[in-house]
């Protein structure tokens, strides 16, 4: 296994298998380097083929040994490749269907490339925050060209074997083979067997014409696109060198630039994203073979904002959905805003036509349970009110065939009493999606006491076939994004009465790199939604303080962008949030009455506030459960709150800034006498971590 040896007549074969993507991890590495050194010593093989089994030639490096000193162990990836560049017999690489990072590198130290067309070529390291490490940067210049070259080094998107086998002049790939690639590589091999000297990649040279002036643009462009990460223009200079420097010299640098950047908090973000995306879907008591549920038909009830958003997400899978509402007025208006949706789509070229009318004909509409009896999966998004919801869910008990998951939307009901007012609260979850629900990446299982395991497995599948990023999380109010949410806008209006505004508040985390400060996003979700969340907590909990501001400018109607007035102006038809001197007055205002003299905040006070009261809560989430793992938390507010990539997430962030730090600073904010001291009690989990000099990560 890792890699098969075989031999066809006087070509020797090389088949990497290390399923799924054949990794190059050590054994893989090992068992490859022992075909090689078998081939040249058999005197019978005259060329080497190359290839991987299964789905792909190979996807790079082996992720599950990331960090671990298997990555580097002898033979590593450089090794390798200089194995295949000095090999005294030919060598083809014949690549199908991924090449990618490592596995690129790698077929780039073969004498000779040949490629199946439909061949997903790339580079992505720059995705993890890297630039590739052995060899790519200075390599594939050489054979495709400067420009070509940067612009895949530097996006990391793959490009298809047969765009780039049509390039003028391209040195990448010698042939593009149409039917049996292994037959075909073979024959190559066989014509190429005699050749002399052997070509090799590292001989060629990487030029611009425009050299210096091109590289600068580059620079600068990449500079603009990429603010907050250091990788990209790593890869502009690395890509420079190739073009100047002697090979072995542009090897030096490209591994010192990969190196250092592999030191930089933004790779480690990158890369904590990168496996935390992957750790989601994993859960601790659902093992990865439990059997899933087949999902061929969906409904959803309810064709309001999130009950059409939810809808096109399947569609789009190829999923036919039928939605179910109390009147036909009510369908038509939520398919209406469907077609709207589409035609936008449709109009910025970003579907076609065709596709458009093949995801409506998936669609149906009903007034009548009846019509959804044998769906696989329905969705609730009815009004937010209990008493609705145990309407419905009674009605889908009675109608809905054995098996069949009942999901809800709820974004603050207790699912738990959602589920009992079925007779299988084993089906029962929550699939609590974000507004709009067509676009944003996040996906909130809710697991409530008693979800079967299968339909926890099953909507974790689904997930991923609507390319959504699912992260399950335990019944409590707000659920993970929003629970942490409340306690991060608690904050933010702290410090409205204690001197700062909200633009300054806004101005503040957006440069830390949020897409939008506080108090422009509550303006664009509605401020009357906190404002009624926080009229049910001064029932329920009235021991906890909340400034009122948030409430005096509900009163005066400002509801935010639908209202056009919120925190700030709004001029008719458009976004653009410019402060609001009434607003301003009505602060100064509240601010007197408390009796509160204001001060000048400093943006890294409002910055460390906003976190870490992010990071607090999220300590509480794990250590009640509601949340299994801290990348779990982190990738909520990475795919659903707008919380900055090249960070991390919260608890990735508080990781790198130390944790004993997070905690002396908490121990500031509590000296504050107009903040709320309890507020700042470091969590439990937090104060262990802390005692134990241990991270969340
Ligand atoms: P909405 O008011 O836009 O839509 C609700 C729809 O449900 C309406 O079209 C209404 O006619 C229909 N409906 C009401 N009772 C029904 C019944 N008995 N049978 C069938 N249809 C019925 O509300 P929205 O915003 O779409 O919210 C729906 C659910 O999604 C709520 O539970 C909400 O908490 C949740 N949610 C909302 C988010 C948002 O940003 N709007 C985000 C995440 C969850």
């Not at 990788?231 to 630039?257: H, I, L, N, W």
């Not at 309890?678 to 937090?686: D, I, R, S």
Request: charged letters at 25%; glycine letters at 10%.
């Amino acid at each position: 296994m890792n890699a098969n040896y075989e031999v066809r007549g006087d070509v020797a074969v090389i088949t990497l298998n290390n399923p799924p993507v054949n990794g190059l991890g050590f054994d893989t590495r090992k068992a490859f380097a022992a075909g090689v050194d078998r081939a040249v010593d058999d005197p019978a093989v005259r060329a080497i083929v190359i290839t991987g089994a299964g789905k792909a030639f190979s996807g790079g490096a082996d992720i599950r040994e990331f960090g671990s000193p298997k990555a580097l162990a002898e033979p590593n990836l450089l090794s390798l490749i200089k194995l295949l560049e000095d090999c005294p017999k030919p060598v083809v690489a014949a690549l199908h269907s991924v090449c990618m990072g490592g596995g690129l590198e790698l077929a780039l130290g073969a004498h000779y490339r040949v490629a199946a067309p439909g061949t997903n070529i790339a580079l992505p390291e720059v995705k993890i925050g890297l630039v590739p490490g052995a060899g790519g940067t200075q390599r594939l210049p050489r054979v495709l060209g400067v420009e070509t070259a940067l612009n895949m080094i530097v996006s990391g998107e793959p490009v298809k074997s047969e765009v780039l086998f049509a390039l003028p002049g391209q040195k990448l790939l010698d042939r593009l083979i149409e039917g049996d690639l292994l037959d075909g590589a073979v024959t190559f091999a066989r014509e190429v067997a005699d050749r002399r000297p052997l070509p090799r990649v590292r001989d060629l040279k990487a030029a611009h014409p425009q050299g210096d002036a091109y590289f600068q643009f580059a620079r600068n462009t990449v500079r603009a696109m990429a603010k907050h990460f250091p990788a990209p223009v790593r890869c502009v200079d690395c890509v420079e060198q190739s073009t100047k420097a002697k090979f072995d010299d542009g090897m030096v640098y490209e591994r010192a630039a990969f190196l250092a950047l592999m030191m930089t908090p933004e790779c480690k973000a990158l890369r904590h994203a990168f496996f935390g995306e992957r750790a989601a879907s994993k859960i601790p008591d659902v093992p990865e073979d439990t059997p899933v549920r087949e999902i061929r038909k969906v409904a959803v009830i309810g064709a309001g904002t999130m009950g059409g958003g939810i809808s096109m997400n399947f569609l789009n899978a190829g999923i036919p959905v039928t939605i179910l509402e109390t009147s036909q007025e009510a369908l038509d208006r939520g398919v209406g805003v469907m077609r709207r949706n589409y035609e936008a789509q449709v109009k910025k070229g970003k579907l076609k036509p065709e596709q458009y009318e093949q995801r409506m004909a998936l669609l149906s509409t009903t007034l009548a349970y009846d019509d959804i009896r044998d769906a696989d999966l329905v969705i609730e998004a009815v009004f937010e009110d209990m008493g609705v919801k145990e309407q419905v869910f009674r009605r889908l008990d009675e109608v809905m065939k054995p098996g069949a998951i009942l999901a809800s939307n709820t974004s603050t009901l207790d699912l738990n009493r959602i589920a009992s007012f079925t007779k299988r609260p084993q089906d029962v979850v929550g699939m609590h999606f974000f507004s709009p629900a067509n676009v944003m990446k996040l996906l909130e299982v809710v697991r409530g006491d008693k979800t079967a395991k299968d339909v926890l497995a099953t909507v974790m599948a689904i997930a991923k076939k609507i390319r959504k990023t699912a992260v399950v999380s335990g019944v409590c109010d707000g659920f993970i994004g929003n629970r942490m949410l409340e306690q991060y806008i608690r904050q933010a209006m702290f410090m409205l009465d204690e001197g700062a505004t909200p633009a300054q508040i806004d101005k503040a985390i957006e440069a830390f790199g949020f897409a939008m400060g506080p108090f422009r996003m509550s303006d664009l979700a509605g401020n009357d939604i906190g404002w009624a969340i926080r009229k049910r907590r001064y029932v329920e909990k009235p021991e906890i303080r909340y400034s009122r501001v948030g409430d005096r400018l509900c009163e005066m109607g400002r509801f935010g962008q639908k209202t056009g007035a919120g925190w700030y102006d709004y001029q008719p038809g458009k976004r653009d949030a410019i402060p609001s001197p009434v607003v301003e007055k009505m602060i100064e205002d509240h601010r007197r009455e408390l009796g509160i003299a204001p001060r000048a905040i400093g943006d890294e006070e409002i910055v460390q506030r906003l976190v870490f009261a992010l990071v607090n809560e999220g300590a509480k989430i794990l250590e009640e459960g509601i949340a299994s793992k801290a990348s779990d938390i982190d990738m909520v507010y990475l795919t659903g709150y707008g919380f900055p990539l090249h960070r991390g997430g919260p608890m990735c962030y508080a990781d790198t800034f130390g944790l004993f730090n997070v905690v002396q600073a908490m121990k500031r904010f509590a000296r504050n006498p107009h903040d709320d001291a309890g507020f700042w009690t470091p969590a439990p989990l937090l104060a262990k971590l802390v005692a134990e000099s241990r991270t969340f990560t």
